[in-house]
């Protein structure tokens, strides 16, 4: 198609000539069912409806049940900007998770290694992530359906996640849901970049590696430097072969560090391990209580 610019929406392709010749028939009106929600979301750029714009859009392209977006900064605490969970319960958990346990999400983590795009949960988390602590007592209490998310971030530590969750019967976004929404990224991003840019900005001047950001202080003068690593991989969610090859080590060598840290910290198990750094964040302050 020389010459022509492409848009590819729900597996449909639209060839737009250069000489400015309308569209016609089914394309036109294939168009027109984002092309609305998208010019209403350039209209409120910088306007306080430009988040709730930006969940009418996303619900054009999918079955959305929920949209919860959070901006990070590794220097900063993250704060929510718009949540479309009424659940009282939910907000709740929410508000836990933002006091410290998001350390362990990996659209945060995907946030500091600056991988921008549109992502399944499946695609970025550990092999491991689904028998974590975190999961189990914490991520499975804010989520039913499969979440996606858009990661945001233009370089230095400061990002910003647009998470959807999934209200098909099937719990899961389809293929062709999620060939719309990485084909509206480009246009997402950029409306969050010209809205959010001081949000996106926060960040650039300071060292990505920050170490509160990846947990690098807990265990601290407590654990050796390898052994710290090695637990901050395993709250992650990843498995002893997982940790090998991130590592480079051999499988004895992570078992061996395993046992050395968890015998300083004075624990037996991956739970004691979660509850030990939950004990260190600013909610344990006032209560050590896990969430059940």
């Known amino acids: 198609m020389t010459g022509c610019a492409v848009i590819t929406m729900n597996q449909t392709v639209f060839s737009m000539a250069p000489d400015g010749q309308y569209l016609q028939g089914g394309r036109s009106d294939a168009i027109a069912v984002f092309a609305k929600p998208v010019a209403d979301l350039i209209e409120q750029i910088g306007q306080v409806a430009f988040s709730p714009a930006l969940n009418a859009l996303l619900g054009s392209i999918c079955a959305l049940e929920s949209l919860v977006i959070t901006a990070y900064d590794a220097a900063a605490a993250p704060r929510t900007l718009f949540c479309t969970i009424a659940n009282h319960s939910t907000t709740v958990c929410i508000d836990e998770y933002l006091q410290g346990p998001y350390k362990l999400d990996p659209f945060f983590l995907a946030c500091l290694q600056r991988r921008q795009g549109v992502w399944r949960l499946s695609e970025l988390a550990p092999d491991q992530f ?30 910003i996640v647009l998470s959807l969750e999934s209200a098909a019967s099937s719990g899961q976004f389809s293929a062709e849901e999620m060939d719309g929404l990485r084909a509206l ?108």
């Open 185 to 292: 990224f480009p246009i997402i991003e950029s409306a969050s970049g010209k809205h959010w840019g001081a949000l996106l900005a926060a960040g650039a001047n300071v060292a990505s590696g920050l170490v509160d950001g990846r947990l690098a202080l807990f265990g601290e003068g407590v654990l050796s430097p390898r052994e710290q690593k090695v637990v901050e991989l395993i709250l992650q969610g990843h498995s002893s072969a997982s940790i090998c090859k991130a590592l480079s080590i051999a499988v004895g060598t992570v078992k061996l560090h395993r046992k050395h840290a968890y015998r300083k910290l004075g624990i037996a198990s991956q739970a004691q391990l979660f509850q030990r750094f939950m004990a260190t964040l600013p909610l344990a302050q006032g209560s050590t209580q896990i969430p059940k």
């Open 130 to 159: 689904r028998r974590t602590a975190y999961y189990l007592k914490f991520y499975r209490r804010l989520h039913q359906g499969e979440e996606v998310g858009f990661v945001l971030s233009r370089g230095g530590s400061a990002g």
